[in-house]
């Protein structure tokens, strides 16, 4: 089963999963970085990226591929993250940012770029997540995985920005996720039969 998540605020219900492989692909001239931003059912957070590149077989049990588009390169970019314990955690926030222009405080070129987020999970089913309006910015929130509810893991289109001069502490990060959570609309549920 294929899922396109085109828009804020939709989402898909994926159901009870454990292991979930995430792809970030893009052809623009730019230095895109894929990361994920996770708390477990016990409170604790924390990162993996190109810098923290976490371990699939030790907690937090996912684990990032490296890092691509270094030097703004154009062509065929893709970076990759694999959870395989999703069940420890409660929310995996999957964030894209180009280092870059981080560094310089300037927007990146998110509405020029044609990024997309694939999430196939243990049992082949794939959802396709594409940024939605984003602008002013060089630090995005794409999806969320929220695994919070006995029913399973859903996967939302959460298209959310942020303006960064530099990144040194995870709450800027964080600052981005949670921005607009009192005036959230309830997300557009897509059930997988």
Not at 38 to 45: A, I, P, R, V, W
Not at 62 to 85: F, H, K, P, Y
Not at 140 to 147: S, V
Not at 153 to 172: P, T
Request: aromatic share 8%.
């Amino acid at each position: 089963m294929k899922m396109q998540l085109k828009e804020k605020n939709t989402s898909a219900n994926a159901g009870c999963i454990r292991k979930l492989s995430v792809s970030m692909k893009w052809t623009t001239a730019a230095d895109f970085d894929l990361a994920a931003v996770y708390e477990d059912k016990n409170g604790k957070t924390g990162i993996v990226y190109f810098g923290d590149q976490g371990s699939a077989g030790t907690y937090p049990y996912m684990c990032s591929g490296g890092d691509a588009g270094v030097g703004d390169i154009g062509g065929d970019n893709e970076e990759t993250l694999l959870i395989c314990r999703l069940d420890e955690m409660k929310y995996v926030w999957i964030m894209c940012w180009d280092y870059g222009k981080i560094q310089q405080g300037l927007p990146a070129r998110f509405q020029e770029s044609d990024i997309l987020i694939t999430f196939t999970d243990d049992r082949g089913n794939i959802f396709h997540v594409s940024p939605d309006n984003i602008s002013n910015a060089n630090a995005a929130l794409i999806a969320t995985i929220d695994n919070s509810s006995p029913v399973g893991a859903g996967i939302i289109n959460s298209s959310r920005a942020g303006l960064l001069k530099g990144l040194k502490k995870l709450q800027q990060l964080t600052d981005i996720i949670r921005q607009d959570q009192e005036t959230k609309p309830t997300p557009t549920r897509i059930i997988l039969e």
